[in-house]
């Protein structure tokens, strides 16, 4: 590049004028040569002066970019690439327009020169076709799908399994109307009488939920699940909506066997007659259990063995089955938790009742709520209700038998919020709704039997249990009832308050929300079950292929 005081190509023209007319004076225009070789001279002269000064830079270069710039074009036109045939070529275009720009950097002048380089870098940058602009390989990230783990068909199963039921809900009990248990898609009435305990903003999420109405719950929510195909192609899973609880809850008294069998077998017969059934032998099917296991699984044809043989049938050999209970020896059933009285619409509604509960004044170290069962002889129930009956300053007793408690009662979750620990014996199996009630206020879940915990609920609660909750050999209680109290004035007021932490932050898992669009961010606890069933039936199909 030349020096910047060297004169401008108007004032080098000027001058040159001046010499060709000196020059003219002297010849005579009647000598061609002379003149045509002086005009030859001028032409060079000025071309020489035009092409070594600073504004011709960026002139040159603009001309050499833009010959570069339709060379490039013309290479991309021929045929459409994918995205790791463009690699190279664009990691080469990259390296090209660096190189540019590190020559001009390189010879960059000094002092006054400085900006004028700058102007010609940009002048070079600003050729560049602007659907080249992106200098970096960007990745870029799939949009997350929240069906990952595949879509559930719902069958159509005729009413007389499912919607008659509910219609006929005065005959599904042999003694009382269940009625109020299956109204409003299985949540059950509104909760009444909670003004001293709950808050005013958060009293329309609280209902009188029966613990066996999970079979209509699932129902209305996943006939509403984000992650449903109308499509039977697409699915991955296949539930049969069928009320296997509600269907022998009118017949487990007073029937023969066979009858109490013949609605289980009825559905049966009409599913496997459908084309998806026989894909894979019923190994992507799924249902919802509302009662215990144990009600499904009779032994034997005769009418004085309790239940129906459901489980027991060669059709159900390859069903999964979600129960409130499950058989710790069955690989095919996965236990959920059962219906709790609270049914938060809105992650708000839990955050605040995860609030209260923190907060909340504890009066008493343990409670024990239940009845005692006067025909099962030794009732382990009887043991703890005359124990803490004893322990007045520590213990705080419900007795069922005295005060209402079917479905929820401002007593008892007054009860639970009152204290540090609850104790859960048995119930009809070796879970009980009252687990999740006992959970759900904030009170720790003193347990004596291992199969109220161990295998259960693997996928809604917390590893290790311990961290949570007390175990106690009930044999060793029935021995000493004072260990109760020994076992639990071990606990710290900091250990409390840790396994407590534990619970709340666990409780959207154990819910289930009121809304058919869940709880938006978080999952609840029937989110939680049918996203395992889906990745598990996924996994199942990857492997048979």
């Known amino acids: 590049m030349l020096p910047s005081e060297n004169p401008s190509p108007r ?7 001046n010499s060709f007319h000196l020059i003219k004076s002297q010849v005579g225009f009647h000598h061609c040569k ?5 005009i030859l001279i001028q032409v060079t002269f000025i071309l020489f002066l035009a092409g070594t000064s600073p504004l011709a830079t960026p002139l040159q270069h603009q001309h050499q970019h833009q010959h570069q710039h339709q060379k490039r074009f013309q290479i991309s036109i021929p045929h459409k690439q994918n995205k790791d045939d463009q690699l190279p070529h664009r990691i080469h275009q990259k390296k090209q327009s660096r190189d540019q720009v590190q020559n001009l950097q390189d010879s960059k002048p000094e002092n006054d020169q400085q900006k004028q380089s700058k102007d010609q870098i940009q002048n070079l940058q600003d050729l560049k076709p602007k659907n080249d602009q992106p200098q970096q390989l960007v990745q870029v990230q799939e949009p997350y799908d929240e069906c990952k783990s595949g879509r559930v068909y719902v069958y159509d199963l005729p009413t007389k399994f499912n919607k008659d039921l509910l219609s006929n809900c005065h005959d599904l ?9 299956v109204s409003n898609g299985g949540l059950g009435p509104k909760a009444t009488g909670l003004d001293l305990i709950v808050p005013e903003n958060l009293r329309s999420a609280w209902y009188w939920t029966d613990m066996y109405s999970a079979e209509v719950i699932y129902h209305e929510r996943i006939s509403n699940y984000k992650c449903r195909t109308l499509d039977p192609q697409n699915a991955t899973a296949f539930y049969i909506p069928f009320y296997a609880g509600l269907a022998i809850g009118k017949i487990l008294w007073f029937t023969t066997a066979k009858e109490r069998d013949q609605p289980s077998e009825r559905m049966l017969e009409w599913v496997k007659d459908q084309p998806y059934w026989n894909r894979n032998n019923g190994s992507d099917h799924f249902l919802m259990l509302g009662r215990l296991t144990w009600a499904f699984r009779r032994k034997t044809d005769d009418d004085s063995d309790w239940g129906t043989s459901f489980l027991r049938m060669p059709l159900m050999k390859n069903v999964l089955r979600l129960s409130v209970e499950k058989n710790p020896w069955d690989d095919l059933e996965i236990s959920v938790p059962y219906p709790t009285a609270f049914h938060p619409q809105f992650e708000l509604e839990i955050k605040q009742w ?22 099962i002889k030794n ?11 004893n322990e007045t300053g520590s213990c705080k007793v419900v007795d069922c038998s005295v005060a209402h408690c079917y479905d929820g ?9 009152d204290s540090d620990f609850c104790l859960q014996p048995k119930g009809d199996g070796f879970t009980r709704r009252s687990m999740f009630d006992c959970m759900l206020a904030g009170s720790i ?7 109220s915990f161990k295998s259960q609920y693997q996928w809604h609660l917390p590893l290790p249990s ?5 175990y106690m050999d009930h044999n060793e209680v029935r021995n000493d009832t004072s260990i109760v109290r020994k076992v639990l004035d071990k606990f710290t007021k900091e250990d409390v308050k840790r396994m407590r932490e534990i619970l709340i932050d666990a409780m959207p898992k154990y819910l289930y929300a009121r809304s058919n669009q869940g709880l938006g961010s978080s999952n609840d606890a029937f989110d939680i079950a049918i996203n395992e069933v889906l990745r598990r039936f996924k996994q199942q199909s990857e492997q048979r292929q």
Not at 173 to 181: G, V
């Open 173 to 181: 009990d042999p003694w009382s109307s269940r009625c109020n248990a």
């Open 409 to 417: 009662a401002p007593a008892i979750l007054e009860a639970f919020l």
């Open 445 to 451: 879940p003193v347990y004596f039997w291992e199969g």
């Open 34 to 38: 002379w003149f045509f070789l002086i």
């Open 466 to 470: 311990e961290d949570y909750s007390v």
């Open 11 to 17: 004032k080098a023209f000027k001058k040159l004028r």
């Open 379 to 389: 009732d382990f129930r009887e043991v703890l209700m005359n124990y803490c009956k």
């Open 354 to 375: 995860q609030d209260l509960v923190r907060s909340h004044h504890r009066s008493s170290h343990f409670c024990f709520v239940g009845a005692v069962r006067k025909k």
